[in-house]
């Protein structure tokens, strides 16, 4: 038997791999399928199964395409409406895979038809949980998302939540390995541990929310404080993995299409799409389209696509690095951002050589920032996330979190100039692209965000540890 978790950073989101004697099973795979298919055939083996543990809401599953690939059935839990052909597992329905045997337990809360897969060796000991995002390590998944489905509230699924955890895994032994959805960073839930994989007796034991003297009504207060909304483009994505959706193949051939600079700024002005420059910051600090907007690869970028664009069906022209172009569409094609038109032929420096007109981004140091705080009072934004900015923050900054920059506009200066941070650049250059591009131009950002700010000397209030807040 083996076990392989296909871990995607960017997303905070594992699949998995589970191999025996020449049969393989796939759970919550990506969009590309192409790795999962390479897997199987360096081990020559045959996908027999591909298992979702519930109807993903921050990613678009890879569902469809492996089972037009491989002719492999698409398993879901209880509950479970696609419009796809389908097995609908009963609660306890056992699905054999070489040597070993993986049980649906249906685990409803996250959603009404999240389920867990729990795997047997060839001994029939439980060996591991597939928990989807009913159990993370650190937490458990948010019981918001799904209450739009019906007259459910979000306390009566975190009801829900809490009689799965307790009648179908807190039962399991402790030496059962966990195998979550979700790692840290993800929207999916709130404190998730930065490890992808654990036993299920330790996060027992440190687990808030597995706590053996806890009521429902603690489990409902605890796990429905402090969530914040949810992403705008999560329902999009929900409905894409119940009803299909176009294939990758499509969608890299369009999104890849190479456009002159003339072509493209006719691209720009007659479909409305939105410019979006995915360099690494320093570089769209320097030159970029004028009402671009800056969400680079070399950070969560797809999130912050889903997050800050929000409707999937937005047409997207490119500007990336060289030899950057597949990897963009297929980031933004897997939170459900299929309509890419194409990209810059040449980069930015084509866009430059033909003397079309660009804007830039004032930058600072935080050597220089502390130096001109101490001549000037000028206001300072903090667009991290508000946990962040009640722990440690400058003195005097106001709370403008990236996540709802948009609700924050009005407080921005109209003609006087002011400062923009977050924790290290990426997110305070994202906010200064948002920002240009509705005409507020008056903004310095600072390089290095609040960690280098701390370093220069910038006076901080006292420092709180978040996990008290």
Not at 339 to 352: C, E, H, P, R, V
Request: aromatic share 8%; charged share 25%; net charge negative.
């Amino acid at each position: 038997m083996k076990i392989e978790q296909i871990y995607t950073g960017c997303l905070a989101q594992g699949a998995y791999y589970i191999e025996s004697k020449g049969e393989v099973a796939i759970i919550d795979p990506l969009r590309e399928v192409k790795p999962y298919l390479d897997r199987a055939k360096l081990d020559d083996a045959k996908i027999k199964y591909i298992f979702e543990t519930h109807f993903h809401a921050d990613f678009v599953s890879g569902h469809v395409t492996l089972a037009k690939e491989t002719g492999a059935p698409i398993i879901y839990g209880p509950n479970a409406n696609p419009s796809f052909d389908a097995i609908i597992a009963k609660d306890g329905q056992e699905f054999e895979l070489g040597d070993v045997t993986i049980i649906a337990l249906h685990t409803p809360g996250h959603t009404m038809e999240s389920t867990t897969y729990l795997l047997k060796d060839k001994d029939g000991k439980d060996h591991a949980i597939f928990s989807g995002d009913t159990l993370f390590l650190g937490d458990v998944g948010r019981p918001d998302l799904a209450q739009k489905m019906g007259e459910l509230t979000e306390r009566d699924l975190a009801g829900f939540l809490y009689d799965s955890l307790r009648t179908k895994i807190m039962p399991l032994a402790d030496d059962v390995t966990v195998y979550p959805a979700h790692g840290a960073g993800s929207a999916c839930g709130k404190n998730m541990m930065k490890e992808t994989v654990d036993t299920l007796g330790n996060q027992k034991q440190m687990n808030y929310a597995l706590r053996a003297d806890m009521t429902k009504e603690e489990f409902i207060n605890e796990v429905i404080d402090g969530l914040l909304p949810p992403p705008q483009y999560f329902p999009l994505n929900v409905k894409m993995n119940k009803e299909g959706y176009e294939d990758i193949q499509d969608v890299l051939k369009r999104g890849t299409q190479a456009l002159s600079p003339q072509a493209f700024e006719a691209a720009a002005n007659e479909t409305g799409a939105i410019v979006l420059d995915v360099r690494h910051q320093d570089e769209f600090a320097k030159g970029h389209i004028p009402r671009s907007i800056f969400i680079g690869l070399k950070g969560g970028f797809a999130p912050w696509v889903g997050a800050l664009i929000a409707d999937v069906k937005q047409p997207i022209l490119l500007v990336t690095e060289p030899g950057k172009e597949e990897e963009a569409v297929t980031r933004l094609s897997r939170v459900g951002f299929d309509n890419t038109l194409g990209y810059l032929k040449g980069g930015f420096d084509a866009w430059k050589k033909e003397a079309l007109e660009y804007d830039t981004v004032s930058s600072i140091t935080a050597a220089q920032f502390k130096s001109d705080l101490e001549k000037s009072k000028k206001p300072v934004y903090d667009v991290r996330k508000e946990s962040e900015y009640l722990s440690e923050r400058v003195k005097d900054a106001h709370l403008t979190p990236l996540d709802f920059l948009n609700n924050h506009l009005a407080e921005f200066p109209e003609n006087d100039t002011f400062y923009v941070h977050c924790a290290g650049g990426y997110r305070s250059m994202i906010a200064a692209s948002i920002l240009k591009s509705r005409g507020i131009h008056n903004l310095i950002d600072v390089k290095g965000g609040f960690k280098a700010i701390k370093e220069a000397g910038v006076p901080v209030t006292d420092f709180v540890c978040p996990t008290t807040l």
